[in-house]
């Protein structure tokens, strides 16, 4: 996993004004979530723009308001790569991995990011790009490859979480597809459904008739 910077800023005021004025000064209001766990109620103090939510009775999570730059964000959104992102907030480094954006409808600008924090022995749900590898038989038999799913959610921790996960269709054959249960990577956890065609061969027209005539011969 590529590594990114990111400067951010505890967001102190919430509220639409507050959203409103962040966004006029090309800043982006954002959440860091999975933070620490702690017992309830809780004793400790929380710093600038942290706040406690409630788990269940006997428990809360820690998690941030941050606000970060629009400019600061974009190589990291504007990609199909992921990213282990240190999150620089008032001197101390707190890593990370951008879980979901908001985008506004009509102007397709961003609204709000959410982190989540990450460690080493916490394993942590992600969607992982697809790369396809190799040259079906399929294909070679005069069918056409299809991708049904360009993202795969994998189970690990994040230091174990690849860049991209390699699908080899070499063996491919005509009318034939790969599921998800026929995938298997070294200490990751696929979270799709295992029935689920990430590829597929198709019958094209051409194909079709190809197999006729050789039937008929």
Do not use: W
Not at 108 to 121: A, G, R, S
Not at 198 to 207: G, H, K, N
């Amino acid at each position: 996993m590529k590594k990114f910077e990111l400067n951010a800023e505890p967001r102190l005021e919430l509220g639409k004004k507050s959203v409103k004025a962040l966004r006029k000064e090309g800043k982006i209001p954002a959440v860091l979530n999975g933070g620490a766990i702690v017992e309830l109620p809780f004793k400790g103090e929380l710093k600038p723009g942290e706040k406690l939510v409630e788990i269940d009775a006997k428990r809360g999570m820690i998690t941030t308001d941050i606000v970060v730059k629009n400019e600061d964000v974009r190589k990291l959104i504007y990609t199909p790569d992921i990213f282990e992102v240190d999150i620089n907030l008032n001197g101390e480094v707190r890593k990370a991995v951008m879980k979901e954006l908001q985008f506004q409808p009509v102007k397709d600008t961003v609204l709000h990011i959410d982190f989540l924090e990450v460690f080493p022995d916490k394993p942590i749900v992600m969607e992982v790009p697809v790369k396809i590898e190799g040259h079906a038989e399929g294909v070679k038999a005069g069918g056409k490859l299809t991708m049904s799913m360009r993202k795969l959610k994998v189970k690990a921790p994040y230091t174990e979480i690849p860049e991209r996960l390699v699908v080899n269709v070499d063996s491919l054959g005509l009318g034939k597809s790969l599921a998800v249960g026929d995938l298997h990577y070294e200490g990751l956890e696929l979270m799709n459904a295992k029935n689920a065609v990430v590829c597929a061969v198709q019958l094209t027209r051409a194909a079709r008739g190809a197999a006729a005539k050789a039937a008929e011969a």
